[in-house]
């Protein structure tokens, strides 16, 4: 990798955006150097086009929120409150566990849309951390983990527009970020998993700004060549989808043709030996922005939005709440308990036996951002 640049910690954090920190340093040897630990957000939710001005939800923005689910019912299971994030935050997109922490990279957060935020939860003592940003600001970052590496690929540079084709690694054993080689093709809203020790990178949205039209590319990075190829395409071109590996096979759940005007409820797996996509049951709430994670060999689906946005004023807006779980064995849904509070997204990741789901967006769009971190578990 001999085209690698290495970006130090240190000289990164100088252009970091500035987070309330909480005084010392906690270390914890078996993930890698000490990092600093911040302090909860004192405000649940923020407005990033008044500056990240704090803000409070009102009654119509409440009524947005929607817990209901056709699937049959399964087993309950129940939500609580965590340590809420160091500010409120959304359009990160997505996060990624490692070694038993949660870390969330980028997204909107005070008044800007182009953060380079870094943050690691560890649930051992309910605490964020402050770890090396990345070294340029981005939101809808597509990451994934594997071998003690964080993947942040892609992503839009300014509000959900001008996607770029940068693509970097992190290493959770030094704190410290590398330039990898480029996207073949710039996107952002993508989704990221690993599958036999190689990463890959499906769907998303692209330029121009104007259409900033939803793709089906699918491309696969090999970490040991610093390579990317091309794979089958995703059948039904979107982004802002649900996506994990489970059992040797790709599902991509959900998402959004262009806008969230537009969800579907379609499932695709790919088949890696046969390079190839197939149909599984629908998803039962048709949703895009929503967390997907494996937990109990099921596949957990979690809020999302949808509906009509027009010079910014909501039309048939919809925040989801529902949980939904995938049983790959039956092909068959089920609902669980819904979130505490409907966002859509979130950072959500499968650490033991729960299921941690931090920040996210309040509202339909990405105007007011929220703190919040709540978890999920069946007990």
Known sequence: MNRRHILGASAAMLAAPALARSQGAAHHPHHGPALRPLAPSPQPYAN???????????????AQRVTDSAAPAGPAGRWVARADMPIPRSEMAWATAWAGRMHVVGGYGEGRFNQAYHTVYD??????????????????????ADAGKVYALGGFIQQNRLSDDLAYVYDVATDRWSEIARLPRAR???????????????GGATDPADERASIGWHEVYDPAADKWERRRPLPAARDHVGCVAHNGV????????????????????????DDTWELRAPLPTSRSGHGMVV???????MGGEGGILQNRVPRD???FGQMESYDPATDSWQKHAPMLTPRHAV?????????????GGAVLGGMVQSAIHEAFTLG
């Open 188 to 202: 952002a809203a993508a989704a990221a998993v690993v599958l036999g020790g190689k990463v890959h990178l499906i």
């Open 317 to 319: 807006a919809k925040v």
């Open 295 to 301: 937990y109990r060999d099921r596949l957990f689906c």
């Open 347 to 359: 950072a959500a990741t499968a650490i033991g036996d729960w299921i941690y789901v931090a920040g």
């Open 48 to 62: 990033v086009f008044e500056g990240g001005a704090p803000h409070h939800l009102t009654p119509q923005q409440e």
């Open 123 to 144: 649930p051992g003592p309910d605490r964020w951390y402050d770890a090396a940003p990345l070294p340029r600001g981005a939101n809808h970052v597509a990451v994934v």
């Open 250 to 273: 790709i599902h991509v759940i959900g998402g959004r043709f262009n806008t969230f005007q537009y969800n579907t409820d379609l499932h695709h797996v790919y088949l890696p030996q």
